[in-house]
């Protein structure tokens, strides 16, 4: 079964705006990735959250780790509609470095 | 860096026919991870090597799947005989333990008509 799921499952915003996506998972883990997949191409490594880490920042994305809810969330800010894409939560729960993937939030921002 | 190279890019194939994909890694990267999505099943594992050895292949939906890493450059997705339901496409990924994420390749679109 999937070990990370997002939420919301699809997201519409207009230029500008705030966009925030969730991740919720069910076991402990080393570390949470997040990924950026636009239409026909492979996924893009985002940011990487440590289990000892709270929040980390990489431009306009934010994201938080709440160990104790299994919980993490994605903040772009200033939204382009360029950001349009499907987004990915990835957890590491193990000692072998794989990593196990939701089924992604869908990204659409309106110019 | 050329990145994670993932061979061919498209894939048209008979039900039946043998199907190779082929991967090449970031250099010094020492996992590999074949992934499958669908728009069904969303991103799926099939299978993992650290140091060119298989870790997990619990992914791998049957025994018509295998997969290959003789070196820590080259690696094969094969299925034989393939059928119309493997459609998808696959992804070869290559990282460092998860240490900095892993680097995706573009993908092969596979169809099996």
């Known amino acids: 079964s999937q070990q990370g799921e997002e939420d919301p499952q699809a997201l519409s915003i207009q230029e500008g705006e705030n966009a925030t996506m969730n991740c919720s998972y069910k076991?402990?883990?080393?570390?949470l990735q997040w990924y950026r997949q636009n239409s026909g191409r492979g996924l893009v490594h985002l940011i990487l959250i440590r289990s000892n880490e709270r929040e980390k920042h990489s431009g306009r994305l934010r994201v938080t780790l709440d160990t104790s809810k299994k919980s993490s969330s994605l903040l772009i800010t200033a939204s382009r509609a360029a950001d349009t894409a499907s987004y990915f939560c990835a957890t590491d729960a193990g000692n072998a470095g794989k990593s196990t993937f939701g089924d992604g939030t869908t990204l659409t921002v309106k110019p | 860096d050329a990145g994670v190279i993932q061979s061919p890019r498209h894939e048209v194939t008979e039900m039946g026919q043998e199907v190779t994909l082929r991967c090449k890694p970031i250099s010094g990267h020492n996992s590999l991870f074949w992934y499958r999505q669908t728009m069904m099943r969303g991103l799926e594992l099939l299978i993992y090597f650290n140091n060119n050895v298989p870790i997990d292949d619990s992914g791998m939906p049957e025994d018509r799947f295998s997969a290959k890493m003789p070196n820590a450059s080259f690696s094969t997705l094969k299925i034989q005989p393939s059928e119309p339901r493997d459609s998808a496409v696959y992804f070869c990924?290559?990282?460092?333990?998860?240490?900095?994420?892993?680097?995706f390749g573009s993908g092969t679109r596979l169809t099996v008509v």
């Open positions: 990924a290559s990282g460092d333990r998860g240490r900095k994420g892993y680097t």
């Open positions: 076991t402990s883990i080393n570390n």
